[in-house]
């Protein structure tokens, strides 16, 4: 049962009363989930009379069943009965569901080709989107881009003939709530520790993850006299200026003067939350903050977020922003809005439109990033948007009318030194993408998270389906390299050795192979890629066009290989055993349990983070910290070379290039498995174990927290002993069978 205990209380609605309670049939993370429910009634009266008869069964918990339903309609409204006993299962549709049931994404047999665009933040993957779909950089700047992290929600474009379609799919009332809820409380703490009111302001306006902004929604908090007077101090030349961008005419957007007045007021009352719950945990443990040493400074701040996710006055405030958050929605002023028919909460937007210039302002308002609109916008609550029509650049116009899908999405790392796994949502989309884009930067090519989605794209076997396009390229320039060629071979030196350094880290010559595909046609040189490309930019676009004719050539069915690898299980064996070793040294030294130079602590309130996602199925990762991820790929390390080695080829003349398919088949189908499976243990079977991990607080918790989340990933990768122990020893059964299933599918042979 919740802290506070289970009482509902009437709130006014969009379109009536609403009744806010804790609901003990709905619970994440071993707590029950604050819940909205509509009552279908603008009657004051009447929607007291139902929050009356909420409170009765909220008191009766012989009524905290499904089976007690029957009892409770021979008593209660039927309205009551929907609000308490539908939808209690906490099942949310995913988004990508949500936008094909409004705008399906075509298919292989429709002729279409799929192509996902990966790049790190800021190295131009969404200005190259813009260029193949042929949006201005400055008059519709859709979609939209900047030098830090900007696309944080996936984006799928349709280039087809006809009108503009777009659907965009929302998050959920709960997951909303979430993000809001942490930010809340982000900032609280940070006022617990002493931090200005800009610093409080910061950690509510932005989430740590940097996927969710509510200053979109809220509007930026206005800077202090101190650095206002600082920027006064540049030049206009100096700061980059962007032209003014119209979301829709119609549109009437935010007093800023108003929008300052609101903040203001949530930040007082964030200070007083902090200031009571300050108060409240000096009493229990005896010591203020700031005279606390280190290690009791983190029990002081787990209790104060606990304190804080369980106040009154922190669910209150919550509760406001999401109503700020849903009656912006009320700006949309185009297209069909679909609400929850329970909660109200928006689910998806559709519009079809045959003026583009109307259209694409329209959407703006789901998708940019545009500071003098903050306020107004709605892109943090987007999960995804999908749009279709006559896309084309004027460089493209006298070709043929391309049938491509592009999919963008997240950038692979904030900084180029950030080194972490490709996050298994991406590997998911590797399956089902045709060409495969590494957007990188030819100033400062294959840093960390390039070399990562490398690596996870050679190991997992889509190495066929990789092509490199390396941005800036205009801007390469040194006395050492006089001619374009000596700036290709400048910049994809790089690559090579990335490429190089994959093989010796995995025993293998599958970054080899990519190599050859690469030097063979594979890379392309762009530049000058934010301004509308003409005479100056021929290179350019000749390199846009041929990348374009190997989308479109990239869903040619792949021929069944001849070659048939026979394979010794043993080593099979040795490839898991040293997969596991080294997957548990690197999360035993994130979690501080030993130590690895390479991998640093992490910090406490990101462990705990990552419980709380498991223990209420959210998500499985949290910004780096991504177990499923790296141990699937520390998993493909060591098996690419054992598929790429088996114990011998049928038949023994078997060509080189018909062995590396069928291996790089044999890759794409065992990753496929592996995934599912990992997710089903790390997440689906362990959800009671995080709940555990996420509820533990104060004086110890830290570690606690930390070995607890050990116990899971040894449950999950059990490493194989010299006297095998059954749990292991059925894993192993497990994992052989998965292997031989998807090498069967292309013939593969066995020993042992």
């Known amino acids: 049962?919740?802290?506070?205990?289970?009482?509902?209380?009437?709130?006014?609605?969009?379109?009536?009363?609403?009744?806010?309670?804790?609901?003990?049939?709905?619970?994440?993370?071993?707590?029950?989930?604050?819940?909205?429910?509509?009552?279908?009634?603008?009657?004051?009266?009447?929607?007291?009379?139902?929050?009356?008869?909420?409170?009765?069964?909220?008191?009766?918990?012989?009524?905290?069943?499904?089976?007690?339903?029957?009892?409770?309609?021979?008593?209660?409204?039927?309205?009551?009965?929907?609000?308490?006993?539908?939808?209690?299962?906490?099942?949310?549709?995913?988004?990508?569901?949500?936008?094909?049931?409004i705008l399906p994404l075509p298919t292989i047999e429709d002729g279409y080709s799929k192509v996902l665009l990966l790049g790190t933040t800021g190295a131009g993957k969404t200005t190259l989107l813009r260029q193949f779909i042929g949006t201005d950089p400055i008059k519709e700047r859709f979609p939209s881009v900047s030098t830090a992290k900007t696309t944080t929600f996936d984006t799928e474009v349709i280039l087809s003939e006809g009108q503009f379609e777009c659907a965009v799919s929302f998050l959920s009332r709960e997951q909303t709530r979430m993000y809001v809820e942490e930010c809340v409380i982000a900032s609280t703490l940070s006022a617990i520790e002493g931090q200005n009111d800009l610093q409080i302001a910061r950690n509510l306006l932005e989430h740590k993850e940097q996927r969710f902004r509510l200053s979109y929604v809220l509007g930026s908090y206005p800077l202090p006299k101190d650095l206002k007077e600082d920027e006064d101090n540049y030049d206009e030349d100096e700061l980059h200026e962007y032209e003014p961008e119209t979301i829709n005419e119609d549109s009437s957007i935010p007093d800023?003067?108003?929008?300052?007045?609101?903040?203001?007021?949530?930040?007082?009352?964030?200070?007083?939350?902090?200031?009571?719950?300050?108060?409240?945990?000096?009493?229990?443990?005896?010591?203020?903050?700031?005279?606390l040493q280190p290690v009791?400074?983190?029990?002081?701040?787990?209790?104060?977020?606990?304190?804080?996710?369980?106040?009154?006055?922190?669910?209150?405030?919550?509760?406001?922003?999401?109503?700020?958050?849903?009656?912006?929605?009320?700006?949309?002023?185009?297209?069909?809005?679909?609400?929850?028919?329970?909660?109200?909460?928006?689910?998806?937007?559709?519009?079809?439109?045959?003026?583009?210039?109307?259209?694409?302002?329209?959407?703006?308002?789901?998708?940019?990033?545009?500071?003098?609109?903050?306020?107004?916008?709605?892109?943090?609550?987007?999960?995804?948007?999908?749009?279709?029509?006559?896309?084309?650049?004027?460089?493209?116009?006298?070709?043929?009318?391309?049938?491509?899908?592009f999919l963008d999405g997240e950038g692979l790392g904030h900084t180029p030194s950030t080194a972490t796994n490709v996050s298994s949502s991406i590997i998911d989309k590797f399956d089902y993408s045709d060409t495969i884009v590494i957007v990188d930067n030819a100033q400062q090519p294959a840093q960390a998270a390039t070399a990562s989605a490398l690596r996870s794209l050679t190991t997992s076997g889509h190495a066929r389906k990789v092509v490199v396009a390396l941005t800036h390229f205009d801007q390469v320039s040194g006395p050492n390299l006089p001619t374009v060629h000596d700036k290709r071979e400048h910049v994809f030196g790089s690559i090579r050795n990335t490429l190089q350094a994959i093989d010796s880290q995995t025993i293998s010559n599958t970054g080899t192979q990519l190599l050859k595909m690469l030097e063979n046609g594979r890379t392309f040189f762009l530049g000058r890629l934010n301004e509308n490309l003409g005479e100056r930019s021929k290179g350019t676009i000749d390199q846009l066009k041929a990348m374009i004719k190997f989308f479109m050539a990239s869903i040619e069915k792949v021929p069944l290989s001849d070659a048939i690898p026979v394979y010794d299980m043993a080593n099979f064996v040795l490839c898991i055993h040293s997969a596991y070793s080294s997957f548990h040294q690197q999360w035993n030294s994130r979690l501080n349990l030993s130590v690895l130079d390479s991998i640093k602590p992490e910090h406490w309130s990101r462990v705990k983070a990552l419980s709380k996602r498991y223990a209420e199925q959210t998500a499985d990762e949290y910004d780096n910290l991504k177990p499923i991820a790296d141990l699937l790929q520390s998993m493909l390390d060591r098996l690419v070379s054992f598929i790429n080695n088996p114990r011998r080829w049928k038949p023994e003349n078997a060509s080189q290039e018909q062995k590396e398919l069928v291996a790089q088949q044999i890759s794409e189908r065992t990753t496929r498995k592996l995934l599912a499976l990992i997710r089903e243990r790390m997440a689906m079977q362990n959800t009671g174990n995080w709940k555990d991990a996420y509820q533990l607080s104060g004086r110890g918790s830290t570690i606690n927290r930390a070995r607890k989340v050990r116990t899971i990933y040894e449950s999950v990768a059990p490493v194989p002993q010299a006297i095998p122990e059954k749990e292991a020893s059925d894993f192993l059964d497990v994992l052989r069978s998965l292997f031989r299933e998807a090498a069967k599918e292309f013939r593969a042979e066995f020993i042992s």
């Open 1 to 101: 049962m919740d802290k506070k205990g289970f009482t509902a209380k009437l709130s006014r609605g969009r379109n009536g009363w609403c009744a806010i309670f804790f609901h003990p049939l709905k619970t994440k993370g071993g707590k029950s989930v604050r819940v909205r429910r509509g009552l279908g009634t603008d009657d004051e009266q009447k929607a007291e009379n139902y929050i009356e008869q909420i409170n009765q069964l909220l008191s009766d918990k012989n009524m905290w069943t499904q089976s007690a339903r029957k009892i409770a309609e021979e008593k209660f409204d039927s309205i009551v009965i929907r609000a308490f006993f539908e939808n209690v299962t906490g099942l949310v549709i995913p988004p990508i569901k949500i936008r094909d049931g």
């Open 296 to 405: 009791d400074k983190i029990a002081y701040l787990d209790l104060s977020e606990e304190n804080a996710q369980n106040s009154d006055k922190t669910q209150t405030l919550v509760d406001d922003i999401l109503n700020i958050i849903e009656n912006k929605f009320t700006l949309i002023d185009q297209g069909q809005l679909e609400r929850d028919t329970s909660d109200e909460w928006p689910v998806s937007w559709n519009f079809i439109c045959d003026d583009r210039a109307l259209f694409l302002k329209t959407i703006n308002r789901f998708s940019s990033n545009y500071a003098s609109y903050f306020g107004a916008l709605l892109a943090p609550v987007v999960s995804g948007m999908r749009v279709k029509g006559p896309f084309i650049p004027n460089w493209n116009k006298a070709e043929p009318f391309p049938k491509i899908v």
């Open 256 to 291: 800023k003067r108003l929008l300052n007045d609101k903040l203001h007021e949530i930040i007082s009352v964030i200070k007083n939350i902090a200031e009571e719950i300050e108060a409240s945990v000096t009493q229990g443990l005896g010591d203020k903050y700031d005279s």
